[in-house]
Nanobody, 122 residues
Framework: QVQLVESGGGLVQAGGSLRVSCAAS????????MGWFRQAPGKEHKFVAA????????YYADSVKGRFTISRDNAKNTVYLQMNSLIPEDTAVYYC???????????????WGQGTQVTVSS
C-alpha cells in the first residue's frame, strides 16, 4: 500500500521559514518524480514545486521561485520543501504527490498525501 505522509506544517510569522517533509512508502520512490501542490481555502490546488527522480531537475511556480527549495533524499524515501521569506499568501494546505512523469500537472500525479497545514500570519 502506497503512503505519502507529510509533516512539518505549522504557524509562522511573515518573513519566517518552515520546512515540510513527505515520507513515502510502498512505492519505488527513486523512480518517481515528486511534487508539492497547495490549496488555499476556497481555491483550487496549485502547483508549487517538483523534483525529478534523480534530484537533478527542479521546477517551481513563479510565485515561490527564489524563496522555496525542493529537495529529496532517495535513501530516506523523503522529499522536502524548504520555505523561506514566507508571506501570508503562502497560507494553504500543502500536499505532496508522486508523479510518473508530468511535474506541473495535477492530473499527472498518481499518489497523494493527506496534506499539512501551513499558516503564515502577518
Amino acid at each position: 500500500q502506497v503512503q505519502l505522509v507529510e509533516s512539518g506544517g505549522g504557524l509562522v510569522q511573515a518573513g519566517g521559514s518552515l520546512r515540510v517533509s513527505c515520507a513515502a512508502s510502498g512505492l519505488p520512490f527513486s523512480s518517481y518524480l515528486m511534487g508539492w501542490f497547495r490549496q488555499a481555502p476556497g481555491k483550487e490546488h496549485k502547483f508549487v514545486a517538483a523534483i525529478s527522480w534523480s534530484g537533478r531537475d527542479t521546477y517551481y511556480a513563479d510565485s515561490v521561485k527564489g524563496r522555496f527549495t525542493i529537495s529529496r533524499d532517495n535513501a530516506k524515501n523523503t522529499v522536502y520543501l524548504q520555505m523561506n521569506s514566507l508571506i501570508p499568501e503562502d497560507t494553504a494546505v500543502y500536499y505532496c504527490g508522486a508523479s510518473a512523469g508530468a511535474p506541473l500537472v495535477l492530473a499527472g500525479y498518481r499518489y497523494w498525501g493527506q496534506g499539512t497545514q501551513v499558516t503564515v500570519s502577518s
